[in-house]
């Protein structure tokens, strides 16, 4: 009997502690359902939240895809302006082309007048040099007597003998020297068939070297 009544006993004690374990399991499940339900709450709303955000996202895909597509637009119509523009500038080169080639052949025509031009005044020059040997030759002559040396064709002219009007300064200082009274520069010019601007810096020379003094209008030689 004493072996039952123990036993009972142990079992009395592990029925108490069946049922504890049973209320604590009880109200762990209790909890846990508490927490899983505010848990599945708290996700429900960050699904909420999360559509909430993916649908913005939808709404700004979609509005840059608008702005997007009127870029791409904007570029097409820019790109399709710069061949408008290319195509003009094109045109514009080839018109500059065609009339810098007509000035071209227009520069060889008149550079080809230019030679006959430079030619006739050579050819003018030439005579011209050959008048003033004459007139040279003719004013040796008269103010130092005797013939005044002869050029020599084909070969260069001899030196000039001293004192003979050899250049244009000799010219002037000779023509001074036959008008004591002294004489204008438009009275030299028209004397040796020469223009006055041709006069001038030889002059300048003859007055430098103390050759020909001026006198208010009047030139003489010194």
Known sequence: MGMIQEFQRADARRRKEVAAL???????????RKGDTQ?????????????????HLHQISGERRSDVATMVADADAFVGRLHRVSADRRKEVAALIGEADVFVRHLHRVSADRRKEVAALIGEADA????????????????????????RAAAPAPAPAKGAPATLRGVIFAYLAEHP??????????????ARIKLA?????????????????LYFAA
Not at 22 to 32: I, K, N, P, Q
Not at 128 to 151: K, M, Q, Y
Not at 188 to 193: A, S
């Open 22 to 32: 049973g209320r604590e399991v009880a109200t762990t499940l209790s909890d846990f």
């Open 201 to 217: 810096q030889p002059m300048r020379g003859l007055i430098n070297g103390k050759k020909v003094q001026k006198r208010g209008l």
């Open 39 to 55: 848990r599945r709450r708290e996700v429900a709303g960050m699904r909420a939240e999360t559509d909430a955000f993916v649908g």
């Open 181 to 194: 009274d002294g004489a204008k520069l438009a009275q030299i010019g028209q004397d040796l068939g020469m």
């Open 128 to 151: 011209f040099v050959r008048h003033l040997h004459r007139v040279s030759a003719e004013r040796h002559t008269e103010i130092w007597g005797g013939a005044a040396p002869a050029a």
